[in-house]
């Protein structure tokens, strides 16, 4: 009688986890082992920077230095917040105690019990050396479970969570209600409001102690906890350091997908906190239909509602306490951000590169001209900041940096030597990628830096540095980006004006391009072909837009198989794979853009 379901739900099982497993996970992302801390794939905390594509401690003197005072639990006195985050990330400890100075006496203590079993237990707080206080079982989660481990000195987090019946109740329970962000140390970083539980549940959890395999229903954390395949990219952080939501494919109902493949839960959406890389957490059509909740502190008034409404009115004032969560997204806005990538330009257009459009004023005010030794634009450029400039390898040559010329602010090459319109300058220094291949065009970016005109500068007062970006994750396969340039035409003719076209990136290149094609290239078109980069655009930008329409160099016109051909798009050099190669020679503060 029973083989036949049996066998049915095995099959089933192996059927239907394998599907679940290759719908939303990424198996060639999750094998990279991304984390919460990967800049490739999410901001650092304010406390952090990032350095090689991973968040480091900043040491306490890199924080702003605004701030007021808080309290760490071995009784020190931090100026900040960002300080005391900054101490305790640089010695994986839990510091936080309370908002204030130490000399206010406020104590916010997790205890499990019973204290003999350390790893698990139901959790209370101790208000003062005598009186502790349930967590209640209600919004108890796995958030709020991973920071009483990290704090109880579990780093992993939780490994189960339950809400229990206290014991021993005759009268209403008062316990308080925990809510987290999830990527606390503390929990008395997290809101917390007094609330009378009618039904005395209170909050347990087992924290995680061993590592044991995982089951085939299950999915293997970075850090080695293993949680239900079902609980990965549902925009919880159930593994305590993000490994389960940052290679999805696709996110489960509640959360949203960021094109970085990220799963953000859509409590955070629209609120004020830039989740996605390009920030398309807070621009997306749902923002325009919710209303925008205020940057104060939303949830914890909701839930203050929330608990009078339970609370007698004979019953002594409730307990709240506010989060750090305001503090912590403040930090984290303060980072330096310059000035990049933003035309000051509304579009009117006139339809006629290749199959483009001609460009306007400030449209792209980060467009540059290069020429050689001829009278003629040989090659395109883009603008970076300071006195830099970036374009192909294949461009210049380190050692007729004397022959170069730079037009910034031109529309018309036939204005070259209009001095009122278009500013000229020499250059200084030419820096060919170490790695360029003039066979195979591998590494083809260049770097120049500008000698300062009679007035000692380096730019006209209109160009504006276009941004550079810092995570191959920021744009896929599908999006539409804008190509510029003076290079020829459908008739393979030399063109005057600045054109710019439309393309899309593509992610197959290496079935087109086969062996011709290396990392560090990426290619972009249309599948008509109909637009195209082509001689003459070679060195200038292909840039993609984020949400907010931030222009980033995605690529560098590199080369292709001639020009607007059906099935060849044109391969460009990707410049995020050499953020780090350009900040060692401009500086990481001129390019910067986040949390570097
Ligand atoms: C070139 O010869 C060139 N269609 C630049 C871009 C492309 C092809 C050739 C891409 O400079």
């Given at each position: 009688m029973k083989p036949i379901p049996s066998l049915v739900f095995t099959l089933c099982l192996l059927l239907c986890t394998f599907g679940q497993k290759h719908r939303y996970l990424i198996e060639e992302c999750v094998s990279k082992g991304y984390t919460q801390n990967s800049c490739q794939k999410v901001f650092c905390q304010g406390w952090q920077r990032c350095v090689q594509g991973s968040c480091l401690c900043k040491l306490p003197y890199q924080c702003p230095k605004n701030g007021s005072l808080v309290c760490s639990n071995d009784g020190n006195t931090f100026r900040t917040y960002c300080q005391l985050k900054s101490f305790e990330c640089q010695r994986k400890l839990s510091r936080f105690a309370h908002r204030g100075s130490c000399s206010i006496q406020k104590m916010f203590q997790v205890v499990l019990e019973p204290e003999s079993a350390t790893s698990e237990g139901t959790v209370q707080v101790k208000l003062n050396p005598s009186q502790k206080t349930y967590i209640c079982g209600e919004g108890w989660g796995i958030h709020e479970a991973n920071v009483v481990c990290r704090e109880r000195g579990f780093p992993e987090g939780a490994d189960f969570i339950e809400s229990v019946d206290a014991e021993n109740l005759t009268l209403p329970l008062h316990c308080l209600q925990a809510e987290c962000r999830g990527t606390e140390t503390s929990l008395a970083e997290c809101a917390a409001s007094q609330l009378n539980q009618n039904n005395g549940k209170v909050a347990k959890v087992v924290c995680h102690t061993q590592h044991e395999e995982c089951s085939s229903q299950e999915f293997r954390c970075v850090n080695r906890k293993c949680i239900p395949l079902h609980k990965t990219c549902d925009g919880i952080n159930d593994c305590g350091d993000l490994s389960d939501e940052v290679c999805c494919r696709a996110c489960r109902t509640g959360s949203f997908h960021c094109k970085s493949d990220v799963c953000i839960a859509e409590k955070y959406l629209c609120n004020n906190e830039r989740d996605c890389l390009t920030g398309e957490d807070e621009h997306s059509k749902l923002c325009e239909?919710?209303?925008?909740?205020?940057?104060?502190?939303?949830?914890?008034?909701?839930?203050?509602?929330?608990?009078?409404?339970?609370?007698?009115?004979?019953?002594?004032?409730?307990?709240?306490?506010?989060?750090?969560?305001?503090?912590?997204?403040?930090?984290?806005?303060?980072?330096?951000?310059?000035?990049?990538?933003?035309?000051?330009?509304?579009?009117?257009?006139?339809?006629?590169?290749?199959?483009?459009?001609?460009?306007?004023?400030?449209?792209?005010?980060?467009?540059?001209?290069?020429?050689?030794?001829?009278e003629r634009i040989s090659c395109g450029g883009v603008y970076i900041g300071g006195c830099w400039l970036l374009t192909a390898a294949h461009c210049v040559r380190a050692s007729r940096v004397h022959i170069y010329k730079v037009y910034t602010g031109m529309l018309n090459s036939i204005e070259m030597n209009n001095a009122s319109r278009t500013l000229r300058f020499n250059l200084k220094r030419v820096i060919v990628h170490e790695k360029y291949n003039p066979k195979t065009y591998e590494n083809d970016i260049a770097l120049l830096e500008m000698a300062p005109?009679?007035?000692?500068?380096?730019?006209?007062?209109?160009?504006?540095?276009?941004?550079?970006?810092?995570?191959?994750?920021?744009?896929?396969?599908?999006?539409?980006?804008?190509?510029?340039?003076?290079?020829?035409?459908?008739?393979?003719?030399?063109?005057?004006?600045?054109?710019?076209?439309?393309?899309?990136?593509?992610?197959?290149?290496?079935?087109?391009?086969?062996?011709?094609?290396?990392?560090?290239?990426?290619?972009?078109?249309?599948?008509?072909g109909s637009v195209d980069s082509c001689k003459g655009d070679s060195g200038g930008p292909m840039v993609c837009l984020d949400s907010n329409n931030v222009a980033y160099v995605w690529g560098i016109v590199s080369w292709g198989e001639n020009c607007g051909v059906k099935g060849y798009p044109g391969v460009y050099t990707k410049v995020a794979n050499y953020f780090e190669w350009i900040a060692r020679y401009t500086g990481m503060s001129l390019i910067a853009r986040y949390n570097q």
């Open positions: 239909k919710r209303p925008k909740t205020e940057p104060g502190e939303p949830s914890l008034r909701s839930r203050e509602e929330a608990s009078k409404s339970h609370t007698e009115a004979t019953e002594e004032e409730g307990y709240a306490k506010p989060s750090m969560d305001e503090e912590r997204k403040r930090i984290k806005t303060l980072f330096t951000q310059p000035y990049c990538g933003i035309a000051n330009h509304t579009v009117t257009r006139r339809k006629r590169i290749l199959g483009g459009n001609n460009a306007e004023k400030h449209e792209f005010p980060w467009q540059v001209a290069i020429k050689g030794e001829r005109n009679h007035m000692g500068k380096c730019y006209t007062d209109d160009a504006v540095p276009v941004c550079i970006p810092w995570s191959k994750y920021m744009f896929k396969g599908g999006e539409q980006c804008k190509v510029s340039g003076w290079g020829y035409d459908e008739e393979l003719t030399r063109q005057y004006a600045l054109k710019w076209g439309y393309i899309y990136l593509m992610e197959n290149c290496s079935a087109i391009y086969k062996n011709r094609y290396f990392e560090g290239m990426e290619c972009a078109g249309t599948h008509d």
